[in-house]
């Protein structure tokens, strides 16, 4: 009986664990990259079960420099798998990317660039969808146009995708250049969805002001309450690990930011 008893316990602690997911602007990956700041992302992200980049470059240098923080990963955890999106389709290209551990969660499907937004929205989100145990998320790596022109045109489609997978557990996420408080948002909330940092500002400065770094409330994690239990969510602040913003800024403007769910 014991036994028995000490099985079911950890059956239920093992599927019962938060999966951390972290998603990154992590700005123009491929343009020119050092290895400094290769070894930075990867320092960053190593924690993570699940990880969302945004701003590969939509070239073969994106792709090279986008592996060589996969390989260092794997130096570090054989667990690494990924997928690279390919090209989104309107101006501004770019490459998404998803990293995950093999180990935490397994991939159900091809993962692939929404086709219901992509005449909508110039960087049509990239979706995924993981098994986690016998329970399931389904995931929209997400890059909005800059707010000079106009994100909120884009965050208001973002609903349709819901209506697509309807029956999915989903998370929006990654730089939507707009703060989670906007009204464009208005149609996912009245779906069930919640932001999960609450005017956190994510993207730094070009200069330090009154000993502040941070600018805007860009970065953030959109998802369904109904589905999932948040058991903390954040940003990691780098930016006074350099001397300057200026050399902060070369790892990228924004700052990570993660999250640790169960699935309901």
Excluded: C
């Excluded at 180990?103 to 993981?130: A, C, H, W």
Aim: aromatic content about 14%; cysteine-free; hydrophobic content about 35%.
């Amino acid at each position: 009986m014991r036994f028995y008893l000490l099985i079911l316990v950890f059956y239920n602690f093992s599927f019962s664990q938060p999966i951390k997911v972290i998603s990154w602007n992590v700005l123009n990956l491929g343009f020119y990259t050092k290895d400094d700041k290769i070894n930075f992302i990867v320092d960053q992200i190593k924690d993570a079960d699940i990880v969302a980049l945004q701003e590969v470059k939509s070239n073969k240098y994106g792709i090279e420099d986008f592996k060589k923080v996969y390989q260092k990963l794997v130096r570090i955890d054989n667990n690494w798998l990924y997928s690279l999106s390919g090209s989104t389709t309107g101006p501004g290209q770019e490459q998404y990317a998803y990293i995950w551990k093999k180990n935490k969660v397994s991939i159900d499907g091809q993962p692939l660039l929404d086709q219901v937004t992509e005449s909508k929205i110039d960087r049509e989100p990239y979706l995924i969808k993981f098994k986690v145990g016998k329970k399931s998320m389904f995931l929209a790596n997400f890059h909005a146009v800059p707010q000079k022109k106009q994100p909120w045109w884009e965050i208001k489609e973002l609903h349709t995708i819901h209506q697509k997978y309807e029956k999915e557990n989903m998370i929006f996420m990654g730089d939507f250049n707009l703060e989670a408080y906007d009204r464009a948002y208005q149609n996912l909330y009245e779906n069930d969805y919640d932001s999960a940092l609450k005017n956190e500002k994510t993207t730094i400065k070009g200069e330090e002001k009154n000993g502040e770094t941070l600018a805007n409330a860009y970065d953030n994690f959109i998802y369904e309450k109904k589905s999932f239990s948040v058991i903390k969510s954040g940003k990691i602040d780098f930016t006074r690990k350099f001397k300057t913003l200026k050399e902060a800024r070369e790892m990228s403007d924004h700052l990570p930011i993660f999250i640790e769910i169960n699935i309901k």
